[in-house]
């Protein structure tokens, strides 16, 4: 006996397509049999960068109709507060919160009638580090986005993944996350498999 339904295959938008958790989510979702447009600045089916709003209308008049936006992009400073700048705490919000609100500002008029927005998040959230800062606040930022939003855009849906520090990226970050948990970035591709085949909404996948 088969129980649950069998995918339906969505097209989907995915931001940050080429990079370490993108190429990641990339494989999930097209292994599931989804049509993925990928998006990047120098790589990618299209060619942008989504913490310019116009850059992003773009996107959404390039691409159509679409059933999901996941994203796998947003960057912040890395600096202790006392050398960080006014400038650069907007660097984080615009990099990483702002770009991603807009997906979903601009999206929820455009994508289909029950399609799902993800976003990306992190450990950072929870578990705060030295030079974290600007990581935390956007994250929880994009987290308190998410559990807000969900409650306008129904039936449409947003959910964040918010992962700790990818197996893969380990060397990349130093000694920043010693001692901590690392995650293989495949698992954290699944998550974006559940957010977008599933019927959660509000919700922030910690792994
Ligand atoms: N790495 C980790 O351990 C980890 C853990 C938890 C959460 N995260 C979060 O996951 C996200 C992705 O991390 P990652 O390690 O996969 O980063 P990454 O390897 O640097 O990949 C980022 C991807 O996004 C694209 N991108 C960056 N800025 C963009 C922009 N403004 N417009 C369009 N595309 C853009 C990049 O391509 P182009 O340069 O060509 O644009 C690249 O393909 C980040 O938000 C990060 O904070 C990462």
């Keep these: ?22 190429t990641a989510v990339h494989s999930a979702l097209t292994a599931r049999g989804h049509d993925v447009v990928t998006v990047g600045r120098s790589a990618g089916d299209l060619r942008l960068d989504f913490t310019e709003p116009e850059q992003v209308t773009e996107l959404y008049e390039r691409v159509g109709r ?8 947003g960057s912040v400073p890395w600096r202790k507060i006392t050398e960080m700048t006014p400038q650069q705490y907007l660097d984080a919000f615009r990099g990483k919160v702002a770009s991603q609100v807009e997906l979903v500002r601009q999206g929820v008029g455009r994508i289909a009638e029950r ?11 929870r578990e705060p580090v030295v030079t974290g800062t600007a990581a935390s606040l956007a994250n929880g930022a994009v987290e308190a986005f998410v559990r807000a939003a969900a409650i306008e855009i129904a039936p449409q849906r947003v959910n964040a993944v918010s992962p700790t520090v990818f197996t893969e990226s380990l060397a990349a970050y130093g000694n920043l996350f010693t001692g901590m948990e690392a995650v293989d970035v495949a698992k954290a591709a699944q998550a974006y498999v559940r957010s977008v085949e599933g019927a959660q909404t509000g919700q922030v996948y910690a792994l």
């Excluded at 339906?8 to 958790?21: N, Y």
């Excluded at 679409?66 to 992009?73: E, F, L, S, T």
Aim: aromatic fraction near 2%; hydrophobic fraction near 55%.
């Design 1 to 22: 006996m088969r129980i649950g339904s069998s995918v339906i295959a969505m097209k989907i938008v995915l931001i940050g397509a080429g990079g370490t958790l993108g």
């Design 115 to 125: 399609g799902s927005f993800t976003l990306i998040t992190g450990v950072l959230t």
């Design 66 to 73: 679409v059933d999901a936006v996941a994203c796998a992009a």
